[in-house]
């Protein structure tokens, strides 16, 4: 969790400088306040998917959700770059305290080391997947022009930090957990309504890159998880609101 929160942390600095530049160009330059406009919103996401974890084959995330902070700057009328900087959080229930779990995984790991059983556990604690996400992309989107609903397209690329861990709901016991840096691109889709001075916008954003974990010594001695799994939902639902 600090590495994640120093990660967005930077990732919220580097939003407030690009604006900061863009404010100042703003006030230097006639042409430039007439043609070009700094926006800044703060969004809530909800993503959605599957995964498949160590003792679940495939599972819907669960209490999952995004937070973060975009700033956009106009370019041309229907043309516009941004910046913004998210944390993504999902976590997938895998047994309860004193019960058993089997899963493809559960089976592979005891034909290959004989160790454990088919079923592990039982578990001292309740265990759950924790998957956290801090990132952030720069990328372009092109407005369709519109009265009060603009709809829009774009893209972007970005730089996450991942942590996954096997543990607890406290999170004060870990069976075992992994992290790492991932570059990945998503597309963009939504509808702007310009509600008084502010602009509440609902989008679609898809792509998520895939990390690919290795846990050692996980749940039993030799047993070893390195299974592929989105950082965040693949595919997420938003609304952000813009104050500028």
Not at 65 to 70: A, S
Not at 190 to 217: H, K
Request: glycine share 12%; with cysteine; proline share 4%.
């Amino acid at each position: 969790m600090p590495d994640a929160m120093k990660n967005l942390i930077f990732c919220l600095s580097g939003i407030l400088l690009f604006g900061s530049s863009g404010m100042y160009a703003q006030e230097t330059d006639t042409t430039a306040r007439q043609e070009k406009k700094l926006h800044i919103g703060f969004s809530g996401v909800y993503p959605m998917g599957v995964a498949s974890t160590a003792l679940k084959n495939t599972v819907s995330y669960r209490s999952s959700y995004g937070v973060g902070m975009i700033m956009e700057y106009d370019l041309m009328e229907d043309f516009r770059l941004f910046l913004d900087g998210n944390i993504y959080r999902y976590k997938i229930r895998q047994a309860e305290a004193g019960g058993y779990a089997q899963s493809i995984w559960t089976v592979e790991q005891y034909a290959l080391t004989d160790a454990g059983a088919m079923n592990a556990g039982p578990f001292q604690t309740d265990v759950n997947f924790f998957m956290l996400a801090t990132g952030f992309r720069i990328g372009a989107k092109y407005f369709v022009p519109g009265k009060s609903v603009t709809p829009w397209l774009g893209i972007a690329g970005g730089y996450y930090n991942w942590s996954a861990n096997y543990a607890n709901d406290k999170q004060d016991k870990t069976y075992g957990n992994d992290s790492g840096y991932l570059f990945g691109y998503s597309i963009l889709g939504g509808l702007d309504f310009q509600i008084m001075d502010m602009t509440l916008t609902l989008f679609l954003d898809y792509g998520a890159p895939v990390a690919r974990p290795v846990i050692e010594d996980l749940f039993y001695p030799g047993w070893t998880w390195d299974y592929s799994n989105h950082i965040m939902g693949p595919t997420r639902v938003g609304i952000t609101l813009y104050f500028q």
